[in-house]
Each structure stands twice: as C-alpha cells, then as structure tokens.
C-alpha cells in the first residue's frame, strides 16, 4: 500500500494543487488574473519576446491551455503576439505596458506568500529546499521519458 506520508510526488502534487487553487482565487479576485496568466505574465517579464513553445517548456503546460490563455490576454490588452522578423512561423510574445503594471503589482503579492510559506523554515533550510527541488526538476527526465525541463 502506498504510504502518502512519504510518498515524494504526492507531497508536491498535493502542495502544488493547493498552492495552486489559492492563488487563482486570490490573483483572480485582487488583479483580475489566473494563476496560469501570472505564470505567463512572469515569465514574460523574464523573457520578454519569447515563442508560446518557451512558455510552454518553462511551466510545463500543453500548448492548447497556453494558446488560450494568450489569446484571452491579448484581448484584455496584457500583452502583444508579433511574427517574429527572424521566422515567420514563430510568435514573439511581449508585455504591454499594462501587462507590465499588472506585473508589477501581483509580483509583491506573490513573494509575500512565498515569504509566508517558508516562514516555517530557518535561512539555511530554505536553501536547501530550493537546492533540493532544484535537483528533483532537473532530474524530471527520469519519470517524463524526456529530457531535463
């Protein structure tokens, strides 16, 4: 019988649902967005003028929930879709300035929950953490049948 006491990938299945749910209700009710649009719109802001096929890879969704997604923000001005001058076939996907202002605003919401998260965990610990989930997304490739993320 599987133990879900120890069981690793139900742990962060079940961390990652909740974390998840919460932050939809919360982004959706104080800055219109859904987690997956936060997820998009920060990325964004990391790599501005990227294919869908880059955001794809980085959260790890299909490309039929993304294409969505960029589409209904485009649509509520969030950010732009342009052939990119190098391959016409390819999208570059920017910011617009009030994709950036929404950003900036869910981005101090955002580290503050994550500050309240670890706030269990001492300095050290948290670096662990990460170091640890750093290496367990690296090694996705085991269980995925494909390579690193």
Known sequence: MLDLNRYVPAFI??????????????????????????RIISQLAIEPGIPASRI????????GPVSRNL?????RGLLTIRTAPDDGRTHAISLTAR??????????AALERERRLL????????????????RLHENLGAVTGQGTS
């Open 13 to 38: 299945t079940f961390i990652g649902n909740k974390l998840s749910n919460s932050a939809t209700a919360f982004y959706q009710k104080n800055f219109g967005v859904n987690v997956t649009e936060w």
């Open 56 to 63: 794809c890879q980085v959260i790890g969704f299909d490309k």
């Open 71 to 75: 589409a209904a923000m485009q649509k």
């Open 99 to 108: 994709g950036r202002a929404v950003h900036d605003k869910v981005i101090v």
């Open 119 to 134: 706030a269990c965990l001492k300095k050290d610990e948290r670096e662990v953490l990460i170091d640890l989930l750093r």
